[in-house]
């Protein structure tokens, strides 16, 4: 299949996921428009729903391929107080469109659902779960949430306009560098860590909902499918059917998959309850592109992909990108971990571990300054009292010849200096930097810096 035409079935089915019954055959017929291959193509991915759901990527500011349709709204058009300047974003479960606050003159990001999608329940309860947790959050690596609204029955979201693009787009260039991979986990850890703080699991941590801005920092989007804390963590299929309350009819129901099928993690992809380690799994997978080139679990289905997750035992990233450092594929491999209890208990924990290799390594190159910042005083004392600098010097003293140290042979000190009230000595040898009273011979050591000899 050809990858525009791919696109076309992505886009159908994630359409036809959010209706149900005749509205959903009704939408086939008009979409498919008498294309058998193409109705059967969505049929058979269709089948699939039960078991993983929301399988497909819904960038939030990603065009898809292909000649894009009329926007819904015109340029220059009034949604209350906000002006639309153009359509920048269509996807399974948005449209985005660039407007100006007229109110302050900012330029912000408004995101409508989808027209199919106005008077769908569940779109809606989305749409609102997006809202909520967004609005409980406020961090830089946070996509910021302005109002909520709704124009002529259609709510849409006000959020800031970000300039960049998202890491699927920068990874269609094949794998990172291991420092710029690491850079970007880390920010979405610190994020991680502000959401999770608030009781919010994202579920759908992947690299279109990753958006890296013109100046490099992070953005999570897309809280479409985040679990709140005050969600229920039990809700039967029946239930979830006839529960009348928003807190009851949640998107979030027990033996079916919630999140996209190949950043999900095994209790996710088996329809578990999930907590914040679910979303460090699937960090850990998209670290795991970032720094290959290629995703740990594929399969030519969804359903074959949850079942490669749940098989577990990845190719080991080394194998496939030589240049990942051993203690790097440590981290990413324990992020994998099937078993939640051994996998990163925190975000705070893996972004530790992850900031170890942004932190320049100790080297012979940075510590002979050290030694220089120690000694240069004492040599410029010198060198002062010697010219005079502090004053007409008073008679030298009675010289007496005394042996202040007693190094071995083999470890004469090859640099020394007397203080200029002539009591103490600075000197260097393989133990390191000893300053030693001449009287007493009472001696101060600091040895030397790890991986630093002052010879």
Known sequence: MEPSEWQRVEEIVERAMALEGARRSAFLNAACAGDEGLRREVESLLAYEGRVEQFLPAPVLELFGGEASAA???????????????????????????????????????????????????????FRREARAISALNHPNICTLHDVAEYDGQPFLVMEL??????????????LAGDEAVAIASQVCEALEAAHAKGIVHRDIKPANLFITARGRVKILDFGLAKLRSEPHAVSEATAGSATSASESTVTIPGRAMGTASYMSPEQARGENVDARSDLFSLGVVLYQMTTGSRPFE????????????????????LRNSAIPAKLE?????????????????????RADLERFQKPAPGRRRWPAAAVALLLPLGVALTGWELGWFGEPSAPPELTIRQVTNNPPEDPPPRASISPDGTSLAYVDLAGLHIRKIDTGETRSFPPPENYCFR
Do not use: C, H, W
């Not at 970000?162 to 794998?175: C, D, H, N, P």
């Open 299 to 318: 399969g030519g289905t969804p359903a074959q992909t949850a079942e490669a997750i749940l098989a577990g035992n990845p190719v080991p990233p080394r």
């Open 162 to 175: 970000i300039e960049g693009e998202s890491l699927k787009q920068r990874l269609a260039g094949g794998a």
């Open 72 to 126: 819904r709204f015109p340029e220059g058009q009034e949604i209350g107080p906000y002006r639309i300047a153009a359509l920048i974003g269509r996807g399974g479960m948005g449209e985005v469109y660039q407007a100006t606050d007229t109110r302050l003159e900012r330029d912000v990001a408004l995101k409508f659902l989808p027209a199919d999608y106005v008077d769908t329940p569940d779109a809606r309860e989305r």
């Open 330 to 350: 440590r981290v990413i491999l324990k992020a994998l971990e099937g078993d939640r209890a051994l996998r990163y208990q925190t975000a705070a924990e893996l």
